[in-house]
Every structure is written in C-alpha cells, then in structure tokens.
C-alpha cells in the first residue's frame, strides 16, 4: 500500500491508540478521509474517549460545523486464535451504546470488501470490527470491481420456517453449522447477518421473527451487557404477539475471555443446535 | 537512523541526569514599565495590530466581569475568564493566519474574539439561543467558528492535543500553508493524549504550535502538585521538536514566539512547542472559588505583573496611545 499510495498516506505511527484515534479525528476534522487501524480491539480501549468523547460528538456538539465523517476505524476482534483474554475480546456493544458511532461487522472476504468501502465513504464515523480467526480461515470470492454494501441493513442469507437464528461476524460460520444440523431433524431455520450493530435493521429481523415465531441470537461477547440482550428487547416489544418461544441468547460466557477453556467458552455450533431445538420445543 | 538517540560520549562510572541538565532560558522582551530590554528583538508589529490586540484584551476583560456577574444573577449557567492570561491568548493568536486552525482547551475566547466573534455571537452561545452556532448544545463558553477556524470546545481535557496534530498533517497533505495551534494547560499535559499527540507530531512531522498556557493551577492543583520536571518545556526537547518558554505576560515576547514558531512549523513541517509562564489572575470557573488554595498576596503580587497594562504602557511609549 505504502509503493501505491505513498508514505505520506499509508504509514506507521508511534504506539498510541488514543493517540491514533485523537490525530484521526483531526485529520477528518480537516475534511480527510481517515482509515485508523488498532492492532487487536482488546486494545482500543486507552482510544475509548477519543473515540466515545469525541468521535461520536463531533457534529453534534459543534452544531454540525465540524465532524469527523470521513473516519474509519478497523480493528480484529474475537476469539478462536488461543490468544486469551488480551487478543480474543468482542468489545461491540461498548461502542453500539453511543449515538454518533456507526459499528459493522462483516461475516466473509466478499462481504468486508463492499462493508469496508461503504463504511470509509459513510458522512459518520464508523468502527469496523473484523473477525479475526477469519484472516486464515476464511476463503471466499471477492469481486474485483468497486462494490458497496449498504451499511444499516441486515440480510438473510437463509430462508426458513420455524427460527429465526441471527449473528454476524465470524458466528455466522457458527450458526450456519448448528443450523444444517437442525434441517436433519426437520426444523426450518431462518438466517440472518445483521452485520451492523449500529444502527440495526429491526424491520428485517422483526418481519422475519414475525413469520418464524421464535428468535435466537448468537454472539461472542459475554451474555452480560451483550448486544443480544438489546435485540432481544427490541423484538419482544415488536413481535411480542408472534413469538412462540422465550428469544433465546447464546453467547460467550460470563468470564475474562479463557485461554485452555475457550472451547467452552464459545458459543459454538452445539450450544447453538441444543438451544434451537429447546426453542422449537418449548 | 536519524532518530537515534544523539550519544556520542561514552562514559565508564555511573552519572546520572537531572532536571538542572536541561537549560532552559525564559523570553522576556518588554519590561514592567513598557520599555523593552536592551538589545530584545522585537516581533513584526505596527500600531494597527497593537491596537486590535489591546481592542481585544479590552473587550475579552470587559466580556469577562460582565458575564461572570451575569452567572452570579443566574442569567447564565457557568463562565469561565481568561483575566490575567490575556497576552498569552491574544499575542499567540495575533501572530496566526486567518486559515491557521485554532484547537482551544476552554479558556481562550479572546483568540475567538481576535478572530472576529462578535458580541452577539457571543451571548448566542451562553444563552444557548436558536441562534447559537452550536444549536444550544453545549455549556456556556464552549464556543466554535468553523468561519473563524475555531474548532468546537471540547470539556474533555486534552483531546484537542492529538487532534490538532491530525489537523496539521492534513495541512501537510494539502500543500497548505498552515498552521494548526492547540491551546491546553500545564494540568491537561499531564494527560495521555498530550504525550500522544506531541509524539505523533514530531514523528510524523506536523505542523502545529502546541501552546501552553502554564497558568499555575489546574483548577486548585498547584503546578507542584502536577509535575516533578522542569515544567512543560523540557517534554518538547525530550519529543524532539523546537521548545520555546516565554513570559506568558508579555505581549511582545508571546507574539515573537509564536510568529517564529509558526515560521519553523511551516518551513520544516514540524511542531514546535510554547510554554508561556502565566498566572490564572480569576478563579478557574463561575464553579470555583481560589479562596481555599491560594494566598491573596499571591494573587495580589501576580496584580502587578497584569499583562494588558504592561502593553498598555509600551503603547504608550510608542506613541500609538494617549496616556488615560
């Protein structure tokens, strides 16, 4: 990037998250368009001001004479590396509790592509988490033309009957897994990316728990605090007359994300396949 | 490397560094009775830029009393003055570009006012009318002007810091001319984003002129229950940039501080640093009340170093004023 772009605008800076995330906003308080990378969201937090202080307020508190619209932040989060509590955190739902944040995550190459540019063109700031057991994982087509994915919409990538089961990032994999399962014992489920958190597609959910009468919501994050518990609040005051089941949650544990018990930790294809049949047969 | 460290001597028994190793000279140009000192090199001025400058050391002390009495009749919220730090605020802003961009900490509304923020501008703002450019968003005194250049204030302290570094380099990346200047105080540079920002700036090679008002408290803690150095000053050698101190009371020596700092920023793309050694002359905010940490002779003996008098005085002897 450096050879095709130039050291003046692909380049290194000293090891400073708020530092990185501060010089960001100004630089898209100047009119320029900034992409800020943090190594690991485990470590974007000594960033948490600049970017819930600042970032999110610019336009707002100015009276929208100054913003920093132009700013995109990309930064790995998640587990299933083995990097323990310091390189595996989701830490999404900090960031979809401030309004003036957009939050993205996208589920595969094709789609971080048209999200990322869609995200860098957005008039508003936007975090842009990628999943990064994705980075060797995952291998995909990605078209090689300019293509943008409309931010604020979720898709469904499966059409079903009797659950809706919604994700986003690297859990979509998941989800998917624990839902062919389900198809071999003849339940229909319903798949949905919501793929951004901030501000999210309620319509697209709440139609599809309307047909389907059940909901379950799969993420990373511990349960706690997490951004299912908001989607689970949502849809029960939209769909409360259609839904056949409790809204389900299955997510990370309650715990500093754990190094050798990871594999418990994570919501993973089996959690998520036993609590869809609990759903269905409750 | 060109960034390695500058050791060229080597020694074989254990010698440490102290704060007393770094020299660090203090600029003084006019003197309590409005001469200069001999020899001083003056900064580029004529009597149209003194006079706007005292204009707007007049107005700002005026806006000052008025509105904080205004807050003691509840008409408004909160104020904050800038009495007492007037030449370091107006002679640092006098020395900018209309297309320079000012990024305040809270305390300089005579920059805004310099730059021509009117009266009624002003009051829009502390009454949070539907004509304040913020849209009655924000506490009284948190002004911006994207006509002016004057970012929007920000209560967080010291996030302007790195951001004006970000500002600079998109200046850079323009082929602009220009300059940003961050205002902040010796309390908000005990902050992370003030090492941040200074750092990136002179690694990445920004043009801003960080400019620190060390004003003797940050809030009710005294400057030597903020730092153990040698003040403001010796972080900017340390963060490789051109360091300047300067009498924060002195018009002239703020304004050839800044005109030459801003020079060097420009020429060589790079920051440079101001430590202006001031005193908050008013309490910190309509919510303080100095009474509690510091002396009314301490006060009293910073009364006579006041800094618009002492331009006052060397408008006088130029000529360029009558004596009142």
């Known amino acids: 990037m450096q050879e095709q772009f130039g050291r003046d605008r692909c380049f290194n800076t000293p090891l400073t998250e708020q530092g990185i995330a501060g010089f960001a906003n100004g630089l898209a308080s100047y009119g320029m368009t900034a992409v800020a990378e943090i190594q690991f969201a485990d470590y974007i937090f000594p960033a948490f001001d600049q970017i819930v202080n600042e970032s999110a307020k610019f336009r707002y508190r100015s009276g929208n004479q100054f913003d920093v619209g132009g700013l995109t932040f990309r930064t790995p ?37 048209g999200l990322l540019l869609a995200a860098i063109r957005d008039p508003n700031p936007v975090i842009f988490f990628e999943p990064k057991r994705l980075y060797r994982a995952s291998v995909g087509e990605v078209p090689a033309g300019d293509y943008q994915i409309e931010l604020g919409k979720a898709q469904v990538v499966k059409q079903g009957r009797d659950i809706t089961v919604l994700a986003w990032g690297a859990q979509m994999e998941i989800v998917e897994k624990a839902c062919e399962r389900a198809e071999k014992e003849g339940i229909s489920c319903e798949i949905i990316d919501l793929r951004t958190l901030a501000p999210w597609d309620v319509d697209t959910v709440a139609k599809s728990v309307t047909k389907t009468g059940r909901l379950l919501i799969n993420h990373e994050a511990p349960l706690t605090g997490g951004f299912a518990g908001e989607i689970a609040a949502t849809i029960q005051q939209e769909c409360f007359l259609s839904l056949e089941s409790p809204i389900s949650r299955v997510c990370g544990l309650d715990t500093p994300y754990p190094l050798i018990h990871e594999k418990e930790y994570m919501p993973d294809e089996l959690k998520t396949f036993e609590a869809i049949k609990a759903s269905v047969a409750f | 490397m060109s960034n390695a460290p500058l050791t060229n001597e080597t020694v074989h028994r254990v010698s440490f560094l102290d704060k007393a190793s770094l020299h660090i000279p203090i600029l003084r140009i006019l003197q309590a009775d409005g001469t200069t000192y001999e020899n001083a090199v003056l900064p580029v001025i004529d009597k149209t830029l003194a006079e706007k400058i005292f204009d707007t050391c007049v107005f700002t002390r005026v806006l000052d009393e008025r509105m904080l009495g205004a807050q003691r009749q509840g008409r408004i919220s909160f104020y904050m003055t800038c009495t007492g730090e007037e030449a370091s605020i107006v002679g640092s802003t006098a020395a900018l570009d209309k297309d320079d961009v000012i990024l305040a900490q809270y305390r300089e509304h005579a920059s805004l006012r310099y730059r021509g923020f009117s009266t009624e501008q002003f009051m829009n703002q502390m009454f949070s009318n539907e004509k304040d450019l913020g849209k009655g968003r924000q506490m009284p005194i948190h002004y911006g002007s994207r006509e002016l250049n004057y970012q929007t204030i920000s209560s967080p302290l010291a996030t302007q810091i790195p951001q004006a570094t970000g500002v600079a380099y998109g200046m850079k990346l323009q082929g602009k001319r220009n300059v940003a200047i961050c205002y902040f105080g010796e309390g908000a540079a005990s902050e992370g984003d003030f090492h941040a920002g200074l750092n990136m700036a002179a690694v990445l090679k920004a043009p801003v002129i960080f400019f620190c008002r060390n004003n003797g408290y940050a809030i009710s803690t005294p400057t030597e229950e903020q730092f153990a150095g040698n003040g403001i ?8 940039m051109h360091t300047i101190r300067v009498d924060g009371n002195d018009m002239l020596a703020v304004l050839a501080a800044t005109q030459q700092a801003r020079a060097h920023a420009i020429e060589h793309n790079a920051p440079v640093l101001i430590e202006a050694m001031t005193y908050r002359l008013g309490a910190h905010s309509s919510s303080d009340d100095p009474s509690g940490y510091r002396s009314k002779e301490e006060e009293a003996k910073w009364q006579q170093h006041d800094p618009v008098k002492r331009f006052k005085l060397w408008m006088i002897n130029k000529g360029w004023m009558q004596r009142s």
């Not at chain 1, 299933?80 to 595996?88: K, R």
């Not at chain 2, 000053?233 to 490789?240: H, M, N, T």
């Open chain 1, 77 to 113: 989060y998640g587990g299933g590396i083995a990097g323990g509590h310091y390189h595996s955190q989701s830490p999404e739902a900090y960031f979809t509790q401030t309004p003036g944040l957009k939050v993205v995550i996208p589920r595969n190459p094709e789609q971080a592509k």
């Open chain 2, 233 to 240: 000053a010796s972080r900017g050698v340390g963060y490789g």
